[in-house]
């Protein structure tokens, strides 16, 4: 049977409903992977259904078939980064970047650095007021366009590219753990490669893996339950 195609006016939502095209891409992706990547990278992990539909929308993949699903985040996406906006652009749009998926684009002048972002009046949330290489004034928009915290930027690297103080309040960008928050651990001793490492992504450290280590967790969250160990099976009765 033909997939459906739902009526989306623009500028509204729609959470993609099984029998419908856009559904049938999102599975996918989340069970075999993001079009065009590479074999085995897949957003299986991924908590949100929406998370990932987000993701082929904003960036056209299956040639924009997939429209924004209804999520709590009103404001429509810059593909391209809010920094590509003008000081009348900025304010009401989010950045549609992976690095930066979700934040708010804010109001920014006299940036001195870095060199790229000097004479630029819009900028994610996130790259302006987290501890990163950026200077200037933060303007602000004086009409958000909704009350909802900041959205946690993502690391295309990985979480466990991050030191400590850089953990908390990001979430993981690769394909394989994509939208997992990052959460800050010490001691790990399996695998080796993990071995001194501060932050990792938190299905690493919840779900059957090799991972062995002490979770510390974020200020203002419960660290993350590791996973109980399987009831090793009863041994059938000898004849």
Same mark, same amino acid.
């Not at 909704?146 to 690297?157: A, C």
């Given at each position: 049977?033909?997939?459906?195609?739902?009526?989306?006016?623009?500028? /509204?939502?729609? #959470?993609?409903? =099984?029998?419908? @095209?856009?559904?049938?891409? *999102?599975? !996918?992706?989340?069970?075999?992977?993001?079009?065009?990547?590479?074999?085995?990278?897949?957003?299986?992990?991924?908590?949100?259904?929406?998370? *990932?539909?987000?993701?082929?929308?904003?960036?056209?993949?299956?040639?924009? /078939?997939?429209?924004?699903?209804?999520?709590?985040?009103?404001?429509?996406? @810059?593909?391209?980064?809010?920094?590509? %906006?003008?000081?009348?652009?900025?304010?009401?749009?989010?950045?549609?970047? +992976? =690095?930066?998926?979700?934040?708010?684009?804010?109001?920014?002048?006299? @940036?001195?650095?870095? %060199?790229?972002?000097?004479?630029? #009046?819009?900028? +994610?949330?996130?790259? *302006?007021? &987290?501890?990163?290489?950026?200077?200037? #004034?933060?303007?602000?928009?004086?009409?958000?366009?909704?009350?909802?915290?900041?959205?946690?930027?993502?690391? =295309?690297?990985?979480?466990?590219? &991050?030191?400590?103080?850089?953990?908390?309040?990001?979430?993981?960008?690769?394909?394989?753990?994509?939208?997992?928050?990052?959460? $800050?651990?010490?001691? @790990?001793?399996?695998? =080796?490669?993990? *071995?001194? %490492?501060?932050?990792? +992504?938190?299905? !690493?450290?919840?779900?059957? #893996? +090799? !991972?062995?280590?002490?979770? $510390?967790?974020?200020?203002?969250?419960?660290?993350?339950?590791?996973?109980?160990?399987?009831?090793?099976?009863?041994?059938?009765?000898?004849?």
């Amino acid at each position: 049977a033909k997939a459906l195609e739902p009526q989306v006016h623009a500028g /509204s939502c729609h #959470t993609a409903q =099984p029998g419908e @095209a856009c559904y049938n891409h *999102v599975k !996918w992706a989340m069970d075999h992977g993001r079009p065009n990547a590479p074999t085995g990278m897949s957003f299986a992990t991924t908590a949100k259904f929406e998370a *990932v539909q987000a993701f082929l929308h904003v960036h056209r993949f299956h040639h924009g /078939s997939c429209p924004m699903p209804c999520w709590k985040w009103s404001s429509p996406f @810059a593909s391209a980064g809010c920094h590509t %906006l003008s000081s009348a652009e900025c304010c009401a749009r989010r950045d549609g970047r +992976p =690095p930066w998926f979700g934040q708010a684009c804010v109001l920014v002048e006299g @940036a001195t650095a870095p %060199l790229r972002d000097v004479n630029l #009046t819009c900028q +994610p949330e996130g790259w *302006v007021t &987290l501890p990163t290489g950026w200077k200037g #004034t933060v303007r602000g928009c004086r009409h958000p366009s909704t009350p909802d915290p900041p959205i946690q930027p993502f690391v =295309p690297s990985g979480c466990h590219t &991050l030191r400590r103080e850089e953990c908390c309040g990001r979430r993981d960008g690769r394909l394989l753990w994509f939208g997992h928050a990052c959460i $800050v651990v010490q001691n @790990a001793t399996a695998p =080796p490669r993990d *071995v001194g %490492l501060e932050c990792q +992504p938190e299905g !690493w450290l919840t779900g059957r #893996t +090799p !991972w062995r280590g002490n979770i $510390v967790g974020c200020p203002g969250q419960a660290p993350p339950s590791p996973p109980q160990p399987e009831p090793e099976p009863e041994p059938e009765p000898k004849l």
